[in-house]
């Protein structure tokens, strides 16, 4: 068996860029697909952007995107604080799917809604966890019948999270009706919300305002205090981002 120090160096060249609903990384889905409402585009670069590159792409509704977590450090550590164990519980870097990762190599299933090989290569994407800017390394068609074992365990993530209620205010609302996108971006913030995007350890702190950007706003929100029992998302204002 070769050793690692006879391995021969490599690189890898980025084949495009993602631009996404997602300016920084506070706030991005921490899977794939948990956004069904997130839009992206990947587009392709030089010489990855000949048309003939995607021919016959078109026939897959999904597709494996391969990334860099360009907007995490380059540093990892051996043991992490995944959010499904409270940020509390560790475990190690390779039984989960933190971005602090020894390469920062990331791994997205999304749906492939169309091409556009007018001017280039684009790729329309829906339910997309990437933050805008994201340099993509490679992509793959998903096969299902090679891709998705029923008998696959899922260790400590074995369900979906439990997602929160998500409630607008007046001023909120009056934003969003005054947008042409208003109801599409409506839908964006609720399901990016009833994620809980804040960081574990602030999972009780009612009360506290955040600012997420999406697209090109600044939304602001708070954990109400669980008066029936469950703990509701409120979306407070909707500002321009500057």
């Known amino acids: 068996m070769s050793e690692l120090h006879n391995v021969p160096p490599f690189s890898l060249s980025p084949i495009g860029t993602i631009s996404s609903d997602y300016p920084d990384k506070f706030g991005v889905p921490r899977q794939p697909g948990l956004v069904t409402a997130a839009s992206a585009t990947l587009t392709l670069v030089a010489p990855f952007d000949d048309p003939l590159c995607v021919r016959g792409l078109e026939a897959f509704s999904h597709i494996w995107v391969s990334f860099i977590f360009h907007q995490n450090p380059d540093r990892w550590a051996p043991m992490v604080r995944p959010p499904r164990l409270g940020g509390n519980r560790k475990v190690g870097v390779f039984a989960s799917r933190s971005p602090n990762r020894p390469n920062r190599l990331g791994l997205s299933l999304v749906a492939l809604e169309r091409i556009d090989t007018r001017k280039g290569v684009r790729l329309h994407l829906k339910g997309a966890d990437l933050v805008d800017g994201t340099p993509v390394i490679d992509i793959k068609p998903y096969l299902p019948w090679a891709d998705n074992d029923l008998n696959a365990r899922a260790g400590f993530a074995p369900a979906s999270p439990d997602l929160l209620e998500v409630t607008f205010s007046a001023a909120a609302e009056s934003a969003l009706n005054a947008r042409d996108d208003g109801q599409e971006l409506r839908e964006l913030i609720y399901q990016v919300l009833s994620q809980d995007p804040?960081?574990?350890?602030?999972?009780?702190?009612?009360?506290?305002?955040?600012?997420?950007?999406?697209?090109?706003?600044?939304?602001?929100?708070?954990?109400?205090?669980?008066?029936?029992?469950?703990?509701?998302m409120q979306v407070i204002s909707l500002e321009p981002r500057r």
Do not use: K, M, Q
Not at 201 to 214: F, K, M, V, W
Not at 221 to 227: D, K, N, P, Q
């Open 198 to 232: 804040r960081p574990a350890y602030h999972a009780n702190d009612s009360g506290r305002i955040y600012g997420l950007p999406l697209r090109n706003l600044d939304v602001r929100f708070l954990l109400e205090s669980a008066t029936t029992g469950r703990p509701c």
